[in-house]
């Protein structure tokens, strides 16, 4: 799908650079994004040009970026000792696509999509995972996995908030 709407495509560096307003939409995979026709979208905010490491493992856990791509997380050799090493794997091949859209589709885009059968929200929220959700103009917020969705296609964000 062609968004004949889109008059600009902004890359940030920083978040913060960005002043939200109504029109703009983040741009990870674009899988959903690219779906279906986006008539009250003007500008993309391009999230590649952030350079976030798409997975972060360490003694508290692991850290996963919103732009990791299903397939990176897929492929993420989990330490032998952690017992949900292999939930991991499973969740991203349940998301039943090719592998075009594996190597595309986003696990935050997954999450914030907010489907109620996404693999994605069903990984964080057995994992007892936390967000971390960046609201334009104000102090990052910290939200349950398990409280971010609210509904079909609905969750906690704000607007502009990432």
């Given at each position: 799908?062609?968004?004949?709407?889109?008059?600009?495509?902004?890359?940030?560096?920083?978040?913060?650079?960005?002043?939200?307003?109504?029109?703009?939409?983040?741009?990870?995979?674009?899988?959903?994004?690219?779906?279906e026709p986006q008539v009250k979208t003007d500008t993309l905010i391009d999230l590649a040009s952030l350079g976030w490491p798409s997975l972060s493992a360490s003694a508290k856990g692991l850290d996963i970026a919103a732009t990791c791509t299903i397939a990176e997380l897929e492929r993420f050799k989990t330490p032998p000792y952690w017992k949900a090493g292999p939930l991991l794997r499973e969740c991203c091949r349940a998301l039943l696509a090719s592998f075009k859209i594996w190597n595309a589709a986003t696990v935050g885009g997954n999450i914030c999509l907010s489907l109620p059968a996404s693999p994605m929200v069903s990984l964080t929220v057995a994992l007892e995972a936390v967000f971390t959700l960046w609201p334009r103009g104000a102090a990052p917020r910290e939200v349950r996995a398990v409280d971010f969705v609210t509904g079909n296609h609905q969750n906690v964000l704000w607007p502009g908030e990432l």
């Open positions: 799908m062609d968004l004949n709407t889109i008059v600009e495509v902004k890359r940030p560096s920083s978040a913060d650079d960005v002043r939200w307003r109504d029109g703009y939409a983040w741009l990870a995979g674009g899988t959903w994004l690219f779906s």
